[in-house]
């Protein structure tokens, strides 16, 4: 790449304020060629002000000035900047600033920007280049995955556009893969009477038996619809049986290999969520067997423990839940709606589905589970249950095939002269 070369506009300089401006033209690349292959530049400016008293000494300074420029450029280029380390250098401005799970989610999806772009220069990064790197990811990641790196690069360039690093973002040219609408993999009705069976138990019990709680902690996920990070993050002080109210307020994040407390996902995952009766009488033997077990470890029960974690304090990994429940599932051979085994985040789909299928206003759902809106919510569960749309089609041709009323049919008189 040419380094610029920088003319002093119209020749000449001009009154401002209380000296005289100047301006060189220069031209930088778009990153887009024409049809011969020739690129395609854009022309750009540069001022700079000179507080002298006339108008020969601000143009012999302009004039100077422009040479400097031109010297400079001709010294050579400063080792060109790469794509990955401009990356790299934009995650670690985001750390403090943003949730560590959050930068441990952009380091990962970082790693696929490295391989395909990490070594061209950050100037000459076209779109055409970035749309290839993209068809290349999608042979091996699904369209979400693709798109998510996407989303990163294009962050990236932005705070390299707005830092003047590049003369506009290239990922803006570019489009994002198609996704197809992922349905939810909910739990039949058969399958949540096979599952709630196999839970079944006595009160849960505390001292050496972890599955007990991580068992509680796959009933709240189908009770109530919360994300793990959320019942791993759920302390007895947000529990109250007596009027029936879950609070959540924080969640168990990953960095990494690490877990670590939270807030919650978004400003409405802060919700307050009604415990439904089964599970009021769940939580309270839970609660019991856990004051029992630090009465027999000779330490005080505390509001702050957690309701899934141990009597010394310690929450449970979300990772732990999720293949609590992955093992139950492959134990019972359980199937969702999609014709696969279901997830741990698939309860929160059950839930959800069911709510729906029952009656339950979306805006409810919506509040319960913690999206941003309704329409989140809509958008999702508006079809993940086919009986309830066969329900509407009867209701409505019952409609249509309605006996007609009678109606009585009154005869109109003019009352003056017709037109």
């Known amino acids: 790449m040419t380094e610029p070369k920088y003319t002093l506009k119209g020749g000449t300089v001009y ?38 008293g006339g108008k020969r000494e601000a143009k012999r300074l302009a004039a100077e000035w422009v040479d400097e420029l031109n010297e400079n450029a001709e ?8 794509v990955a380390e401009y990356v790299d250098a934009f995650i670690c401005s985001k750390e403090g600033r943003v949730e560590k799970s959050t930068t441990a989610g952009y380091r990962r999806r970082a790693k696929y920007i490295h391989e395909g ?8 990064l ?45 990922v803006d040219r570019t489009k994002k893969l198609k996704t ?5 993999n909910a739990l039949g ?46 302390r ?43 599970l009021v009488e769940l939580l309270e033997q839970r609660r019991r067997a856990m004051k029992a077990g630090c009465l027999e470890a000779g330490v005080s029960f505390d509001a702050r423990m957690f309701v899934i974690g141990e009597i010394d304090g310690s929450f449970a990994d979300p990772r732990h839940l999720y293949r609590a429940f992955d093992r139950r599932v492959k134990r019972l051979n359980l ?24 009656g339950v206003d979306v805006k409810s759902v919506s509040s319960i589970l913690g999206h941003a809106n309704a329409a989140m919510t809509l958008n999702i569960y508006a079809s993940a249950d086919p009986d309830a749309t066969r329900r509407a089609m009867d209701a409505v041709a019952k409609t249509m095939t309605a006996p007609t009323p009678t109606a009585e049919v009154l005869e109109l008189k003019p009352t003056g002269t017709e037109a």
């Open 15 to 52: 009154a401002f304020r209380d000296g005289w401006r100047a301006r060189a033209t220069y031209r930088t690349p778009t990153g887009e060629y024409t049809e011969d292959g020739q690129p395609v530049t854009r022309l750009r400016e540069k001022s700079r002000v000179f507080k002298v």
């Open 75 to 82: 010294a050579g280029p400063r080792p060109a900047e790469t």
């Open 117 to 124: 772009l990490g070594s061209v220069p950050l100037i000459d």
């Open 126 to 170: 076209t779109p055409d280049m970035i749309t290839s790197w993209m068809n290349r990811l999608s042979k091996d990641l699904s369209p979400a995955s693709v798109n998510d790196a996407r989303v990163l690069l294009k962050s990236a360039m932005q705070d390299a556009y707005l830092n003047r690093r590049i003369p506009f973002n290239p």
């Open 180 to 184: 197809p609408k992922k349905e939810p």
């Open 189 to 234: 009705q058969a399958e949540i009477a096979r599952l709630i069976q196999d839970l079944a138990s006595p009160a849960p019990a505390v001292s050496g038996n972890e599955s007990a709680a991580l068992k509680l902690g796959i009933i709240i996920a189908l009770f109530t619809g919360m994300r793990q990070g959320e019942i791993c993050g759920l």
């Open 236 to 278: 007895w002080r947000n529990v109250d049986t007596s009027n029936g109210i879950i609070r959540v307020r924080e969640a168990v994040g990953r960095d990494g290999d690490s877990s670590y407390i939270k807030e919650p996902k978004t400003g409405g995952s802060r919700r307050e969520i009604p415990i439904p009766a089964p």
């Open 335 to 358: 199937i969702g709606t999609q014709g696969k085994p279901p997830t741990f985040h698939d309860l929160r789909h059950t839930f959800a589905t069911k709510a729906i299928a029952n």
